[in-house]
C-alpha cells in the first residue's frame, strides 16, 4: 500500500477544472493493442496544463515465447523477429518513449497483472525497467553512473513515484495567487489494476460500489483489468471545511482499454474466450477546488 500526495497551484476560479486520467491495459505487444488512440491521449494530456495521469498497470503484454499462454498470432508483426527473444524489454522501452513527454504529470504507476507474472515467474521486475526510463536512470552503463547495486531507496524524490499495487493518491489543491494563504482543498483517490473482471457490467459495478465502501473516505475509487468503463455514482452525506450541510459525490470508476478484443486477420485469447467487444480509450475524472466538485466524463 503506497501514499502520495501531489500539490497542484489553482487560480480559485469556479470555472476551473483539473483532469485525472487513468492509462493502463494497453498491452503493447499484442495485435489488438491501438498505440493510435493511446497517443491521442497522452498528447491531450501533454498539451493541457491541468491534465494529470496514473499508470494503471497492464502497459505491455509480457507474455514470453516460452509462456503456456505464447500464441505467435497474438504477436503485433513488430516483434516477429529477433526481438521475440527480449520481447518484453523492448514493449517497455516503447511504452517509455510514449509515456515519457508526460513524465512530470504522472501521479504514480501501479502495476498489473501482466507485469506482476514476468516478475514472479521470470524473475524480470518490468514496472522498475519504466520507473528507470521515466526517472533517466542509468544503472551499471560503462561504469560511469550509479551501480546496479543501488536500490529504490537512492532515490528518494523522483519524478514518478511507484505505487504498485494499490494507493492513496491525494490531490491537494493550493492557490498560486495568494503565496500565504492558507487555503487547501484535497481529493482522494484510491487506485489499484484490481482484479476485477467479469462479462457483466452488473458485476464490476458491484464490486466497484464494494471497493467504495471499503474506501469511504476517499472521493474516487480507479481500477483497471476489466477492459470496460462503468461509472457508479453514489454520494456521502458530510459537513464540508464551512460546517455547511453537504451530499458530496463520490464516483467508482473503472479506466477502459486500448486493447481491440476482435483484429481482422488475427486472434486473442479475447476472441479466443467469445468476450464482448470493448471499447477504446479511458474515463477522465474531473475535479473542481473551489465548488469541491467532480465529474466523471466518458
Known amino acids: 500500500m503506497e501514499f502520495n500526495q501531489i500539490t497542484i497551484p489553482c487560480s480559485r476560479r469556479i470555472d476551473e477544472w483539473f483532469t485525472l486520467i487513468g492509462l493502463g491495459d494497453i498491452h503493447e505487444g499484442n495485435?489488438?493493442?491501438?498505440?493510435?488512440?493511446?497517443?491521442?491521449?497522452?498528447?491531450?494530456?501533454?498539451?493541457?496544463?491541468?491534465?494529470?495521469?496514473?499508470?494503471?498497470?497492464?502497459?505491455?503484454?509480457?507474455?514470453?515465447?516460452?509462456?503456456?499462454?505464447?500464441?505467435?498470432?497474438?504477436?503485433?508483426?513488430?516483434?516477429?523477429?529477433?526481438?521475440?527473444?527480449?520481447?518484453?524489454?523492448?514493449?517497455?522501452?516503447?511504452?517509455?518513449?510514449?509515456?515519457?513527454?508526460?513524465?512530470?504529470k504522472c501521479v504514480g504507476l501501479l502495476r498489473g497483472n501482466h507485469e506482476e507474472t514476468v516478475r514472479q515467474h521470470y524473475h524480470y521486475d518490468v514496472l522498475y525497467d519504466m520507473w528507470k526510463h521515466l526517472n533517466d536512470i542509468k544503472v551499471g552503463i560503462r561504469g560511469k553512473s550509479k551501480t546496479a547495486t543501488e536500490n529504490l531507496d537512492a532515490y528518494p524524490n523522483p519524478v514518478v513515484k511507484l505505487l504498485y499495487d494499490a494507493a492513496v493518491v491525494r490531490l491537494s489543491f493550493i492557490s498560486k495567487k495568494e503565496k500565504k494563504s492558507t487555503w487547501k482543498i484535497s481529493f482522494d483517490v484510491f487506485v489499484t489494476h484490481s482484479n476485477i473482471a467479469g462479462r457483466t457490467a452488473g458485476g464490476k459495478v458491484n464490486r466497484l460500489e464494494k471497493l467504495l465502501a471499503d474506501w469511504h473516505t476517499c472521493d474516487v475509487v480507479m481500477v483497471g483489468h476489466g477492459h470496460d468503463m462503468p461509472v457508479d455514482p453514489t454520494a456521502a452525506l458530510s459537513f464540508n471545511r464551512y460546517g455547511k450541510f453537504i451530499s458530496r459525490k463520490r464516483r467508482?470508476?473503472?479506466?477502459?482499454?486500448?486493447?481491440?478484443?476482435?483484429?481482422?486477420?488475427?486472434?486473442?485469447?479475447?476472441?479466443?474466450?467469445?468476450?464482448?467487444?470493448?471499447?477504446?480509450?479511458?474515463p477522465s475524472i474531473q475535479f473542481n477546488p473551489v465548488s469541491e466538485d467532480l465529474r466523471v466524463i466518458v
Open 31 to 104: 495485435a489488438g493493442c491501438n498505440l493510435d488512440a493511446l497517443q491521442k491521449v497522452v498528447d491531450k494530456i501533454k498539451h493541457n496544463e491541468s491534465y494529470y495521469w496514473v499508470g494503471m498497470g497492464d502497459y505491455v503484454e509480457a507474455i514470453n515465447f516460452t509462456d503456456k499462454r505464447f500464441d505467435i498470432r497474438q504477436v503485433a508483426k513488430k516483434y516477429r523477429n529477433e526481438s521475440i527473444e527480449r520481447i518484453c524489454q523492448e514493449q517497455i522501452e516503447t511504452m517509455s518513449e510514449i509515456f515519457y513527454p508526460i513524465r512530470k
Open 252 to 282: 467508482g470508476v473503472m479506466t477502459g482499454t486500448f486493447l481491440k478484443v476482435y483484429t481482422l486477420g488475427g486472434t486473442g485469447y479475447a476472441e479466443k474466450a467469445g468476450y464482448s467487444p470493448s471499447e477504446i480509450g479511458t
